[in-house]
């Protein structure tokens, strides 16, 4: 069974990462991002959104 807080836990744009991987945000726009790195806005509209580990 998943632990239900990780695949909950959202990230919004310009958070600091803080596990490297790749995320998928709400329109589902995929990036690998590296800690330390902040959060983009979403790659296709440019606004800011919510990321989920994916």
């Known amino acids: 069974m998943a632990n239900a807080s990780n695949a ?3 990230h919004r ?3 600091k990462v ?3 991987g790749r995320y998928r945000d709400a329109d589902g726009q995929s ?3 590296v800690a330390g790195q902040t959060f983009p806005p979403c790659p296709k ?3 800011s959104t919510v990321w ?3």
Do not use: K, R, S, W
């Open 18 to 20: 803080t596990e490297t």
């Open 8 to 10: 909950n836990h959202q």
């Open 52 to 54: 989920h580990h994916a």
């Open 45 to 47: 509209t440019g606004e």
């Open 31 to 33: 990036v690998e991002l």
């Open 13 to 15: 744009t310009h958070d």
